[in-house]
């Protein structure tokens, strides 16, 4: 038998094959796909023009649907988008439809709370952050519009399979670094397209203990390497997770065989690593916390949300390094929740009259400024610190600002401080 990795023996069990070959292309099937409202009417347009008036989707039950990016809707365009996104899920029968109400929030982490992936699948999206649901063994994988459509109606998608980028992390990650500073180092080490049309396999120890939702931020960020998918092994607090939720589809999760081919490996010490900061205008630009202190940049803005940085454990670790303190004189405290269910926990618990103690704001679950287009978007010459996984020019909103991306710890620290600081 021919050595696998996780990656090559999802894909050759998705494909009918016992096996894979890096560089080959295969047709794979779909276990879970997905699209959300800026994305939806246009595609639902195209499926149509192509397959006929009377169209189906292949499986009503493997497709979700959300409301993330426009909520509340801002404008009437944007409830247009809604109102023919619910008319799709009418029309098809698609169960998994998340609009915005008592249970919506971010597709990436809704689509894990919802138990929508599963070790050993392949799940897709119509957002580049699909490959967040490497952290419970799935392959995800972001795809196109045009691609999505075919996916729909054909229940399958072609794919160049992969090479694979080992990523080892061995011990104890220092008190203050989270897995936030191990992805932003990782970036910055492997630069915006070292990774590109490749696969990234996290293994060793210190990815062994990392927490669910750690999980999910080390791969949701491998896209900004240009990786086809982040993937690694499914641990017993990743199954603990998944068997606390309903199954859409269930599969055997996947380790890699020894001797599997590997491009190329790279392996850091994790007490080494320290907290990271990407500079402006991308994420590879990426400098110590101790670079970051000496230049005293000031902020405008620190904003705690995405699918990166707004999950529970993101918010409650800001939260215990804010409690009995103030957000600085001059500073925006922006906090927004990934999902409803993460607002609720948060009032539940407490944190968030901690939170609204120190001055922060806490608005409604979605993407809001993380895609620029709906809230928290950032003056002239301002500066935002944030917990998001991009900072192009004007990617929140307007060119004319700058954007730092850092980990919640980073970003509560710096609120208190007006200025980036550890």
């Known amino acids: 038998m021919i050595p696998q990795t996780m990656t090559h023996k999802i894909l050759a ?9 890096a ?38 039950d493997r497709i979700a649907l959300f409301e993330d990016h426009l909520v509340p809707a801002k404008d009437a365009e944007s409830r247009r988008l809604a109102v023919s996104m619910a008319r799709f899920a009418a029309e098809q029968g698609i169960t998994h439809h998340y609009p915005y109400g008592e249970n919506y929030g971010i597709c990436h982490v809704m689509m894990c709370e919802e138990g929508l992936v599963q070790p050993g699948t392949v799940v897709l999206g119509t957002d580049s952050h699909s490959v967040t649901y490497g952290a419970f063994n799935a392959f995800g994988s972001g795809v196109g519009m045009i691609d999505m459509v075919n996916a729909f109606y054909t229940g399958d998608l072609w794919f160049r399979v992969p090479e694979t980028i080992e990523v080892r992390i061995e011990g104890e990650l220092a008190p203050g670094v989270l897995a936030k500073d191990v992805i932003l180092t990782l970036i910055g080490d492997l630069g915006m397209g070292g990774a590109s049309g490749r696969s990234i396999e996290f ?6 203990a990392m927490s669910v939702e750690e999980r999910m931020t080390l791969c949701n960020m491998v896209v900004e390497a240009g990786a086809v998918n982040g993937i690694m092994t499914l641990s017993p607090a990743a199954a603990d997770y998944l068997a606390a939720r309903p199954r859409t589809v269930d599969h055997e999760p996947v380790t890699s065989d020894p001797g599997a081919p590997v491009a190329r490996r790279l392996a850091y010490r994790a007490e080494n690593l320290r907290p990271a900061v ?27 949300g995405s699918c990166t940085g707004a999950k529970y454990d993101d918010i409650e670790v800001a939260a215990a390094e804010l409690a009995g303190r103030h957000v600085a004189p001059g500073v925006r405290l922006m906090i927004v929740p990934a999902t409803m269910g993460i607002y609720r926990r948060l009032i539940l ?3 968030m009259t901690k939170l609204l103690a120190v001055g922060a704001v806490i608005e409604s679950p979605g993407c809001k400024a993380c895609y620029g287009a709906h809230g928290g978007v950032v003056g ?18 307007n060119p004319k600002s700058s954007v730092y991306l850092a980990s919640p710890i980073v970003a509560a620290r710096s609120a208190l401080a007006g200025w980036i600081t550890e």
């Not at 794979?28 to 023009?49: K, N, Q, W, Y």
């Not at 293994?203 to 062994?208: A, F, I, K, L, R």
């Not at 400098?287 to 405008?300: F, K, L, Q, T, Y």
Request: with cysteine; net charge negative; hydrophobic share 35%.
């Open 380 to 397: 002239d010459g301002e500066v935002c610190l944030s917990t998001t996984n991009r900072n192009f020019r004007g990617r929140m909103g």
């Open 278 to 304: 990407a500079y402006p205008h991308r994420p590879d630009n990426v400098h110590s916390i101790d670079e970051a202190m000496a230049d005293r940049i000031r902020v405008d803005q620190v904003y705690i």
């Open 13 to 21: 069990r998705a494909a009918g094959r016992d096996h894979v070959v």
């Open 349 to 351: 618990t407490g944190v």
């Open 203 to 208: 293994c060793g120890s210190t990815v062994d």
């Open 23 to 60: 560089g080959e292309i295969v047709e794979v099937g779909i276990d879970m796909a997905f699209t959300h409202d800026p994305v939806c009417e246009g595609l639902r347009s195209e499926f149509h023009d192509a397959f006929g008036a009377d169209a189906t989707v292949w499986d009503p």
